[in-house]
């Protein structure tokens, strides 16, 4: 009858063997070991058609970071508040495995007014490395908008949408309260729709469609039509809130005009009726 031997009582074995036990000197390294070496750190200057851009979102809180390169890069930005960085992003993945020449790194959850030190940096097709020259930018500080209402679409869901890109720019994205994440459809351009639902019927007094875009140009939406529980309201710019005043629940926001491609939206804001401010009377009466 055959013996079977436990793998473990086996493995002082293994380790003798692997180690060359009885051989003298040490155990022969691979050729294709021995012969690595450090990949080439260059200037990502070399490859720049266009100079690297730093974006900040007017709210303080987001940065957006482009750079076109002149081969295909997988890029990335370290960040921080000095060279210590300390923080790193990387691009959503448009351009496939094959990296991409339009880069566009999306930086969320800043601290407005802060200080911001940014190095870019990739590597090319070959393994060399490309590193950019720290950058630094001071982050607008809006403060506190004492005419925005409550946040209605923090407890919204995403009935449905065109389309998405992929799991990454997902619909959800556009109403996540981050300006570093968004939805981008799949080539929809001016067919691209969203609907989102509040759960309820809630004051609405504006929205606001912040539009994604590419740098070749494309994907950047000026107009959006919006609808509630079925009902046209009208055409307006984006980047800017719509002022509509009504009661509804769902939501239906469709691309009016844009430069066509992967439409989409960084964020739709939705906003209830601003707190009443308090009055003359009930001021004496706290100071009093």
């Known amino acids: ?12 074995l293994l380790v003798l063997l692997a180690l060359g036990a009885g051989a003298a000197g040490p155990v022969a390294v691979r ?14 200057a070399e490859v720049l058609a266009t100079p690297i851009t730093l974006e900040a979102d007017p709210s303080g809180t987001a940065l957006r970071v482009r750079a076109v390169t002149s081969i295909p890069l997988i890029c990335s930005a370290v960040y921080g508040p000095d060279t210590g960085y300390g923080q790193v992003t990387t691009g ?30 990739g590597v090319g097709p070959d393994g060399t490395l490309y590193v950019g020259e720290p950058m630094t930018t001071t982050l607008p500080d809006p403060g506190p908008d004492a005419t925005a209402g409550a946040d209605l679409a923090a407890g919204a869901t995403i009935r449905a949408a065109s389309s998405a890109y992929s799991d990454a720019y997902g619909p959800e994205r556009a ?5 570093a994440t968004e939805w981008s459809s799949r080539g929809d351009g001016d067919d691209a729709w969203i609907e989102i639902d509040l759960g309820a019927p809630q004051e609405v ?84």
């Not at 009858?1 to 002082?12: A, E």
């Not at 070991?33 to 750190?41: L, Y």
């Not at 629940?249 to 469709?254: A, F, G, I, M, Q």
């Open 1 to 12: 009858m055959p013996t079977h031997r436990s793998p473990l009582r086996l493995l002082p």
């Open 31 to 44: 050729a294709a070991d021995a012969a690595f070496t450090a990949p080439d750190v260059r200037a990502v």
């Open 92 to 121: 959503m993945g448009m351009g496939g495995p094959g990296g991409m020449t339009d880069h566009d790194l999306l930086i969320g959850g800043l601290t407005p007014g802060s200080t911001l030190v940014v190095r870019v940096q």
């Open 175 to 179: 109403i996540d309260g981050d300006l």
């Open 205 to 288: 007094a504006s929205v606001t469609w912040v539009t994604r875009s590419m740098t070749d140009g494309t994907a950047t939406t000026t107009l959006v039509a919006i609808a509630a529980d079925g009902v046209d309201l009208g055409i307006f710019p984006v980047d800017a809130p719509a002022q509509l005043e009504i009661l509804a629940r769902v939501l239906r926001l469709s691309v009016a005009s844009s430069t066509g491609g992967n439409t989409g939206a960084r964020e739709i804001l939705i906003r209830g009726p601003a707190a009443p401010a308090p009055s003359p009377a009930a001021d004496e009466e706290t100071n009093g």
